[in-house]
């Protein structure tokens, strides 16, 4: 595609469901990002992946969030038993080599946890 | 550990303005310097980046240069115009912890005419 794509843009769940955010990167982008932007707060930087494999996942907020990436391409977040804190935008992001170069958003999707 | 301070905002100005948006790190190693932009309705994109001290970014009339011994880099423009109204976020890349970036919390700007 021409750009980064993620879906859905919007998704309100109620607490303690899971969700699952997906993110497209442009084809060939080796590196993908996630961030989660809350409400009057900067990025904060989830996850990365270098292919499939993902070096650090120091990043993610607790042990229900998990994120995979199958194929070099399609990335999923994984947000397991919801809780309201967890209502931000999450961004993706991906680039063509690392970290160094330039990084491509997506539009992101805006979360709810009612 | 690793962390972006930016002057907060909302930043208001007048067409044909000097900005200077302020940005300090602090990191571990030698980071890569970012600034993103996100304009009205439109997703993050990179405005102009520094991979090493002393290099100066430089993008649509806005610079911005890596100043180790003071570990800021700031983003100035010596004219901003209105179409230059957006949010701008300073951010920093270490490949020391695992290529995680960390990003300012963001500066608005409009520019009135």
């Known amino acids: 595609g021409a750009g980064v794509s993620q879906s859905p843009s919007n998704k309100v769940t109620e607490k303690g469901k899971d969700v699952e955010l997906r993110c497209d990167p442009i084809?060939?982008?080796?590196?993908l990002y996630w961030y989660r932007q809350s409400l009057g707060q900067g990025l904060e930087f989830l996850i990365y992946?270098?292919?499939?494999?993902?070096?650090?996942k120091s990043g993610l907020p607790s042990d229900r969030f998990s994120a995979e990436r199958t194929g070099g391409s399609v990335s999923t977040l994984t947000i397991q038993r919801t809780q309201q804190e967890d209502s931000a935008v999450y961004l993706c992001?991906?680039?063509?080599?690392?970290?160094?170069?330039?990084?491509?958003f997506g539009p992101g999707t805006r979360l709810t946890v009612l | 550990g690793n962390s972006v301070t930016q002057m907060e905002g909302p930043v208001t100005l007048s067409e044909e303005a000097f900005l200077t948006i302020n940005c300090t790190y602090t990191?571990?190693?030698?980071?890569?310097l970012f600034w993103y932009v996100q304009y009205p309705g439109e997703g993050l994109q990179l405005l102009l980046k520094?991979?090493?001290?002393?290099d100066k970014g430089s993008n649509k009339g806005f610079e911005a240069t890596y100043r180790k011994e003071t570990t800021s880099f700031h983003l100035e423009k010596g004219s901003v115009q209105v179409s230059d109204s957006a949010v701008y976020f300073c951010?920093?890349?270490?490949?020391?912890?695992?290529?995680?970036?960390?990003f300012g919390t963001g500066t608005s700007l409009t520019v009135i005419p």
């Open positions: 084809s060939g982008h080796t590196a």
């Open positions: 951010a920093l890349n270490s490949r020391n912890t695992g290529n995680q970036f960390y």
């Open positions: 992001a991906s680039s063509f080599l690392d970290s160094t170069d330039t990084q491509y």
């Open positions: 990191a571990t190693g030698y980071p890569s």
């Open positions: 992946f270098q292919g499939n494999s993902a070096p650090d």
């Open positions: 520094a991979t090493k001290a002393d």
